[in-house]
């Protein structure tokens, strides 16, 4: 019976398989066996066990990383001045140059027996998360030598005489590290990568050694203007077989002193207007002997592998820490101008279209502090989800723009002045870079996150796209024949979940115990679970290949993923703080937000699928009532933006980590405004209900002079009306050289 199955079923459908499916290519394959699986998979299973990631509990820091993160990041924050190092400067001022080196800002990863501070992934990411509060310069240069580039490849598959040379000196700023990546026509396809190296005999320290004489051209690399190692990425090939029969031995990574003869740094870029350090490099017929490849001779040709294996981990902690930190400072400072700034006699934030936006954006934070610290978390652990490394990279910088955007309309003019007393605009000038770097979002949501995560999900697809590319068509068939009844068995309870809860809209799934009132919403994620399994296993059945050309298809159900895996990070982190009935209107508000995003992006998948009759066949499935879910209402809005305008420890627990500002800057002026508003609130509506609405001098005095309020009220009063007059004031300069001169307070 097996053998007639296999002959007659499997056989065939193996050829089938064969057509139908595209061939993986090497760099494609190394990408997707890079990092691992996790709750992405659990996701795209139909039914999450939520114990799996419940139980991790929060992230934590020891008490040497709590010190670290009070002590010398907090001095360094105190010693940044970011207007002078944006618009100044152009630079980083040399004493914060040599703080960074001192205090092994650039060895957090690097282990403590290579001299380095050997921090967990969760301390990474709150040091840079602060320091991108206070300047996204500095954030940016402490940020790179700690995520991808030579630090990590080496602890990871360096020679043990590498670490012991180079680790120590990386961690102490001895040596100044970049990573030579992006060619000037490859970009992010590194299959189109230009540079190249030959295997050859050239001469170092004197003698004829074994090595590779080495082209390229890199560009738009972050540090190359002030590094000293530059870990290189290129093609290498092996003409005269001095290695072995092949002649294309694929990607390699070496690294290489910035001094070599034949290697020219050029000129600096400005992106955006950011001052990190940032610029092309040429490498001219550039002898590198073998030992300088990361790992030894025995590395040739694993460099795309090792490269994917490195962002795996550090797209999950760099940019999302960034992006995070932008949107908590965000909703800290925008909630307190829309206290203190007034119009008509009572605070903007009082108005129901500053509301919404203040709403979105204290949303916007939680998730994605949510999201962080979830993944964080993971990695603490050792993990290294590839997929949700590259949810958080796209959806991170995407929430920062969001998030900017309507602080810039919130503060309306005192965000488009620049000058000193201006917190948002530099921000708002670097979300682009974000968004282009590590991987371009366009790119990532298109083609990596479902591209990847429904193959490297998948409990059987991946082995039986392998088992179609084994070159043994007898030992490929055994593995398909093996792997399809558990295959169908999936697609039968697949189905079964997916129309059940879709035609019973998730009442019925289940949630685990001790949630409370959050439990409707893990019945939902559940729902949309199971739907979204459902939806992939009919996308990739009926277009095969053709998926992979399908971007919108393809970007719209790793929407599907992505939200559910912020959603769930979000019901995570509210059950890790103690479920607190303070931040419930948060929770209310975001997963609101995320399942209507949900439910737009599934709907669209089904009017756009190529194949209409499996596109109206879906929809009628698992979405036949159509939306379902309601965005939050008013009253919720109205609740989030409140939590953003009064203290309290919800909106201190919100914006944990921001830099609060040195005396008498933009930040700090407008913590005090903020402070003295809230303190004199009372007093304030003693004058409200006397007639008197507007916070100046004369309506102090007026009331005063009635008695509404006592002379210490009075005096808080003014104190607070000055306070505000301060916080509202915008930077004026010379009419000839505004970024020259040093900045004067509109008066």
């Not at 205090?103 to 957090?108: A, K, N, P, T």
């Not at 709150?126 to 240069?141: A, C, F, L, P, Q």
Request: glycine share 8%; hydrophobic share 40%.
């Amino acid at each position: 019976m097996s053998d007639l199955r296999k002959k007659w079923f499997t056989g065939p459908l193996l050829n089938l398989i064969k057509k139908v499916l595209p061939p993986i290519s090497e760099t494609e394959r190394e990408a997707m066996e890079a990092g691992e699986v996790w709750w992405d998979a659990e996701l795209l299973s139909g039914k999450p066990n939520w114990d799996e990631l419940l139980s991790m509990g929060p992230p934590k820091l020891t008490e040497e990383e709590q010190a670290f993160l009070d002590g010398p990041t907090e001095e360094l924050c105190q010693m940044v001045d970011d207007w002078q190092i944006s618009f100044e400067d152009r630079d980083i001022p040399d004493e914060v140059w040599e703080f960074l080196k001192k205090e092994r800002f650039f060895g957090i990863i690097i282990p403590r027996e290579y001299g380095g501070l050997g921090f967990s992934p969760t301390a990474h990411a709150e040091i840079v998360t602060k320091i991108s509060t206070r300047s996204t310069t500095v954030g940016v240069t402490v940020m790179v030598p700690n995520s991808l580039g030579p630090g990590e490849l080496l602890m990871a598959h360096g020679t043990e005489e590498q670490k012991d040379y180079f680790l120590p000196r990386l961690a102490d700023g001895r040596e100044l590290p970049c990573f030579g990546l992006t060619g000037v026509e490859a970009g992010s396809d590194a299959a189109s990568m230009t540079d190249r190296g030959v295997v050859c005999y050239g001469e170092y320290n004197g003698e004829k050694t074994l090595g590779m004489r080495v082209n390229w051209h890199k560009r738009y690399i972050t540090l190359a203007p002030v590094a000293t190692i530059l870990g290189l990425a290129f093609k290498l090939y092996d003409p005269d077989h001095l290695l072995g029969d092949e002649e294309e031995l694929g990607i390699t990574v070496a690294l290489v002193p910035t001094d070599t003869e034949g290697v020219t740094i050029g000129q600096r870029h400005l992106p955006a207007m950011q001052a990190f350090q940032n610029g092309p490099n040429w490498g001219k017929d550039v002898f590198i002997p073998m030992e300088w490849i990361i790992g030894g001779q025995e590395n040739v040709g694993r460099g795309w592998h090792m490269l994917m294996s490195a962002l795996a981990a550090g797209r999950g902690i760099s940019l999302p820490s960034l992006s995070t930190g932008g949107a908590k400072m965000s909703a800290r400072l925008t909630g307190a101008y829309a206290r203190v700034r007034e119009q008509f006699g009572i605070p903007i934030g009082k108005f129901e279209g500053v509301q919404h936006r203040l709403a979105e954006i204290a949303s916007i934070a939680y998730v994605l502090d949510s999201a962080h610290k979830t993944t964080t978390r993971a990695l603490d652990e050792g993990l290294k989800p590839a997929v949700v490394s590259a949810i958080m990279k796209a959806h991170a910088t995407y929430g920062l723009r969001n998030a900017i955007n309507d602080a810039m309309d919130i503060h309306a003019g005192k965000a488009i002045m620049d000058g000193p007393l201006n917190y948002i605009g530099n921000v708002y000038r670097a979300v682009p870079v974000a968004i282009t770097v590590e991987g371009a979002n366009i790119l990532t949501r298109s083609l990596m996150i479902f591209g990847q995560g429904a193959i490297r999900c998948h409990p059987y697809l991946l082995d039986e796209m392998l088992a179609a590319e084994n070159e043994d068509t007898e030992a490929g068939t055994e593995e398909l024949d093996e792997l399809l009844p558990k295959h169908a068995w999936f697609q039968v309870k697949t189905l079964a979940r997916g129309f059940f809860h879709g035609w019973t809209v998730g009442l019925f799934a289940s949630s685990p115990r001790g949630v409370g009132a959050a439990a409707k919403y893990y019945r939902q994620l559940n729902r949309y679970s199971a739907i979204l399994t459902l939806a992939t296993e009919i996308s990739l059945m009926s277009l095969g290949g053709e998926l992979k050309r399908k971007e919108l298809i393809s970007a719209r159900l790793g929407d599907v993923l992505s939200q559910l895996y912020l959603l769930s990070s979000t019901l995570k982190r509210f059950k890790d703080d103690g479920s607190p009935e303070a931040d419930r209107p948060l929770l209310e508000f975001s997963m609101r937000a995320g399942l209507h995003k949900i439910e737009v992006s599934l709907m669209e998948v089904y009017q756009n699928f190529p194949r209409r009759f499996l596109g109206h066949l879906m929809h009628f499935l698992t979405m036949p009532w159509g939306h379902s879910v309601h965005t939050a209402s008013d009253r919720q809005a109205r609740a989030c933006a409140e939590l953003l305008m009064e203290p309290s420890e919800t909106r201190d627990r919100l914006t944990r980590g921001v830099f609060l500002g040195n005396p008498g800057d933009g930040v700090d002026i407008m913590e005090q405004a903020f402070n003295k508003v809230c303190a004199t609130q009372e007093a304030r509506d003693k004058m409200k209900k006397a007639g008197l609405r507007q916070l100046n001098a004369d309506c102090i005095d007026k009331a005063l002079e009635k008695k509404v309020i006592s002379e210490e009220e009075a005096s808080a009063l003014q104190e607070a009306a000055e306070a505000v007059n301060l916080a509202i004031q915008v930077d004026h300069f010379d009419h000839l050289s505004p970024c020259g001169d040093k900045a004067k307070h509109e008066e």
